[in-house]
């Protein structure tokens, strides 16, 4: 028994002596992204396998092969006007093209160059469609587009502020992208006509949170060449621009020539009667003139049409739809009428000083 004491006893010091002269050393840990690209692999071979390879998704165009095409911008003589500019993934080409127009102007008639914020726009088109839309007790049109006179019309009411002062982006956001923030609006909207719940501020209020939410909420004052003003102050003190001095222009049998008229197509969700409805050869005739005096323009027209092509940046009517000698007033009211250029995306207007 003694012996037996005895050896458990030196085992015992050897253990602690090699653990003194050895010391254990400490992991830590840490957080990583999991990756097995192994597993991936698998994943992505039996996706592949699984997956039905579909034909590319084709359109009919005109082929621009045989046609003598300008090249250039540089080719034609042209007004000053900003770069082009991305709108993402929104439906507000209504109102970048606007406010390209309007910032011309401004230069035509000031030689001042601006950029003007179009998210300021966008945000207060917003409210008063939803307004609009308490108001009617959901008869009303709330979608993404709009009409370029829209700009003008919130502008008159709203003012204008410089693109620098409200982006409508996320720090660090590329590109807009407008489908979570209608969806949202959208749906509550809808739940308000199923309750039939109208109250109008309330409803504004939940509006303005979504759109405070995704664009930020516009400000209520600027600061430009050190002096403190509102967005009217700015647009009527700095930018100098009269929204009354613009008309708009279209040519439609439907209605009577040399009248006000409403052009019917749910992007004028206001139903805004202040198009002056001309003759198809007075219309052409202003747009030349226009140009040729200096105006810019803003032209609404259908993207969809087969003569479209944007990656060649032209647009024309093909033969095969109609020839030349052919295009009249009745051939284009025919267009509208039986729908084969569609009538929510051609909503063309001109406007100009």
Not at 108 to 128: A, C, G, M
Not at 221 to 247: A, C, S, W
Not at 262 to 282: F, G, I
Not at 329 to 345: C, I, P, V
Request: glycine share 4%.
């Amino acid at each position: 028994m003694k012996i037996t004491l005895h050896i458990i006893t030196v085992v015992t010091l050897w253990t602690l002596s090699t653990a003194t002269a050895f010391p254990q050393k400490r992991d830590k840990g840490k957080f990583i992204e999991y990756k097995n690209s192994f597993l991936k692999t698998i994943k992505q071979g039996t996706a592949n396998f699984e997956t039905k390879k579909q034909a590319p998704k084709l359109s009919f165009k005109m082929d621009f092969a045989d046609r003598d095409l300008p090249t250039a911008v540089d080719q034609f003589t042209r007004s000053w006007h900003n770069a082009p500019i991305s709108q993402g993934n929104s439906g507000m080409c209504w109102c970048y093209a606007a406010t390209s127009l309007l910032e011309s102007d401004c230069y035509r008639l000031h030689k001042q160059k601006f950029k003007f914020s179009e998210l300021h726009t966008v945000y207060w088109e917003y409210v008063e469609k939803a307004r609009r839309f308490v108001r009617t007790h959901g008869n009303s049109h709330f979608a993404q587009g709009s009409q370029g006179n829209a700009v003008l019309k919130i502008w008159k009411e709203y003012g204008c502020v410089p693109s620098t002062a409200y982006t409508g982006m996320k720090p660090k956001q590329v590109f807009h992208a407008h489908d979570k923030m209608f969806n949202e609006m959208s749906t509550y909207l809808r739940s308000i006509r199923q309750s039939q719940s109208w109250n109008e501020r309330i409803v504004l209020e939940t509006i303005q949170s979504i759109l405070d939410y995704h664009l930020g909420r516009p400000p209520k004052k600027i600061t430009y060449g050190g002096h403190q003003m509102t967005p009217r102050q700015f647009l009527e003190n700095v930018v100098k621009i009269h929204p009354n001095d613009y008309v708009d222009v279209l040519s439609l049998m439907a209605s009577p020539y040399w009248k006000k008229a409403e052009y019917e197509c749910p992007d004028n969700w206001w139903h805004s009667r202040t198009y002056n409805n001309v003759p198809l050869d007075d219309f052409m005739t202003t747009i030349k003139q226009a140009v040729k005096h200096g105006y810019t323009l803003f032209i609404g027209g259908d993207t969809s049409e087969s003569g479209y092509f944007s990656t060649k940046d032209v647009a024309m009517v093909p033969s095969y739809d109609i020839p030349s000698a052919y295009i009249d007033e009745n051939a284009r009211q025919f267009r509208f009428s039986n729908r084969s250029t569609r009538s929510f995306l051609k909503c063309l207007a001109t406007a100009f000083a």
